[in-house]
């Protein structure tokens, strides 16, 4: 799927209401005694207002353009085709703000400069962005609100959050305060200020459209906050604040089939942009505590399938040998509902609980194992970077024998153990559910199935328990996951 270029058109802006804040206001307060342009109880306005000028005058000194010179291989294929700028798949429509390309890089080796945002969150010189926009830059220039050029380097980045510290020298500066972070409901009135295609500083307008965005990126650790103040390419790491200068959000993505903004966009919000930028000054990098299991939320026609009621949590799919979670005596299929007796809501509920802690604390779970609550008390260990996570190992074999059809499947036993899927009824709740030929089934239930029997067994004490469906523990390309099937077929008009 080929997308058309976002650079070469100005439809995406001009649906846009941009407010830009005047020269003057913005010298004027540029000049001003150094401070945080948000101080902890200051009031700008109440209900709806009028203008936001003042809002954008009062926060525009601390916001700045990032101007990048990356390594000429790694930026022209984003300039040639806008859609690797989606991080997620070209047929994605979420997109991260790539930056905008300002020079086309040659083929000779000629580099290639782009642009984003960024602001000040403290008098010294340290700058908020998106780990996107420095990521593999040769040279970062900023820009100033007074339009000074200053020399930048990368404190530290989180590529799980999106998050990166840059920092300049001299000062003070005029910065954003995150102890004073705005806590924004929907529907609340927003202002996002940044540097979109390249234009310098530029203030939007919108609402709080919802807040708790998941799945929006693989974080497991960011529910975004979901805005219609217009944010494009070129806003990515710039600040999004409440009618009372307090910062509520970094921008970083939007949902867009074009690449232009539509009013669909999404910002970090405050509270983890705080925790996440104070360890980056820190220690230039980010540990989050690590159990060594991987997990999927339990949702209801799963808890169903394994014969649980009114049961939230996390179920363990697959453990890391040898990790915490392996050491503690868990496994396969246990429910992890609690951590240290703070209540688990889902799986990515159960990540940002345990990356929480620090390597060498200790951690206690409470399991559902045999519909029966078990504690189990483990060392955290330190989360590996998310690339490491993502290298999960390799394909399972192939079986050339087959066997009769069960659940909608064609299965054969795998010579590494489980039933090999060969085959997957079109019509079947299998196909429904996204099973695949050349998945294994590990499980059924709690039961491992080495055979056609062992599932056909499994399925019978499903039956018998008066459950519709049952839970299956297949393997893909080294990932384990759980998927309930239907007992029976479903009426299909």
């Known amino acids: 799927m080929t997308r058309k270029n976002p650079f070469v058109s100005g439809a995406a802006i001009g649906a846009s209401a941009m407010l830009l804040a005047g020269a003057a206001g913005y010298i004027a307060h540029a000049q001003g005694p150094a401070g945080p342009v948000n101080p902890p109880g200051r009031q700008l306005s109440q209900g709806s207002p009028g203008s936001f000028a003042d809002i954008v005058a009062k926060v525009a000194p601390a916001v700045v353009s990032i101007n990048v010179t990356e390594k000429s291989q790694l930026a022209p294929a984003a ?19 790539f930056m905008i390309p300002q020079t086309p890089g040659g083929q000779g080796g000629q580099p290639v400069k782009a642009s984003g945002s960024g602001f000040f969150i403290s008098p010294d010189g340290y700058i908020v962005t ?19 050029t200053l020399t930048a380097h990368v404190v530290g980045a989180d590529p799980a959050t999106d998050l990166a510290v840059i920092k300049v020298d001299g ?10 972070r705005g806590q924004p409901r929907v529907g609340d009135w ?36 979901q805005i219609d103040a217009p944010i494009n390419h070129g806003n990515s790491g710039g600040p999004t604040f409440d009618v009372d200068g307090r910062v509520v959000g970094v921008n970083t993505a939007i949902f867009s089939p074009s690449g232009g903004s539509v009013g669909i966009g999404f910002d970090i919000p405050a509270d983890v942009a ?13 540990t989050r505590g690590y159990i060594g299991a991987t997990i999927q939320s339990v949702s209801p026609e799963l808890a169903e399938s394994l014969g649980l009621h009114n049961v939230k949590g996390a179920l363990v799919d697959q453990l890391t040998p040898g990790g915490p979670a392996d050491r503690a005596g868990l496994r396969s299929g246990d429910v992890i509902t609690s951590v240290d007796g703070d209540v688990v809501a889902s799986s990515s509920d159960l990540t940002r609980k345990v990356a929480l802690t620090h390597p060498g604390d200790a ?6 194992r045999d519909d029966a609550p078990r504690e189990f008390t483990l060392t955290s260990g330190r989360r590996p970077s998310e690339q490491a ?17 069960l659940l909608g499947l064609q299965l054969a036993p795998d010579p590494d153990g489980g039933l090999l899927v060969q085959g997957v009824s079109p019509n079947s709740d ?17 039961r491992r199935v080495e055979s056609s029997a062992d599932l056909s067994a499994a399925v019978t004490a499903a039956e018998a328990a008066g459950r519709t469906s049952v839970p299956l523990l297949v393997a893909r390309a080294g990932q384990r996951f759980y998927v309930p099937l239907a007992l029976k077929p479903a009426a299909r008009g």
């Open 79 to 97: 300039m040639s085709d806008p859609s690797q700028a989606w991080p997620f798949g070209k047929d994605s429509p979420f997109g991260f703000q």
């Open 130 to 148: 998106n780990n996107h926009v420095v990521q593999g830059a040769q040279k970062i220039s900023v820009v100033t609100n007074d339009n000074r």
């Open 171 to 180: 000062g003070p500066f005029r910065y954003v305060s995150f102890e004073d």
């Open 190 to 225: 927003v202002v996002a200020v940044g540097n979109p295609f390249g234009l310098g500083g530029t203030a939007t307008a919108g609402i709080v459209s919802a807040l708790g965005r998941a799945n929006v990126s693989g974080s497991s650790y960011v529910d975004y906050m």
């Open 274 to 286: 705080a925790q996440v930028t104070q360890q980056l000054i820190a220690n230039g990098q980010v």
């Open 363 to 368: 951690v206690r779970l409470t399991v559902l």
């Open 389 to 405: 996570l993502a290298q999960n190992g390799q394909d399972g074999g192939q079986s050339p024998d087959g066997a009769p059809s």
């Open 430 to 446: 299998a196909a429904d559910k996204g099973v695949q030929q050349g998945d294994v089934i590990l499980r059924a239930g709690l």
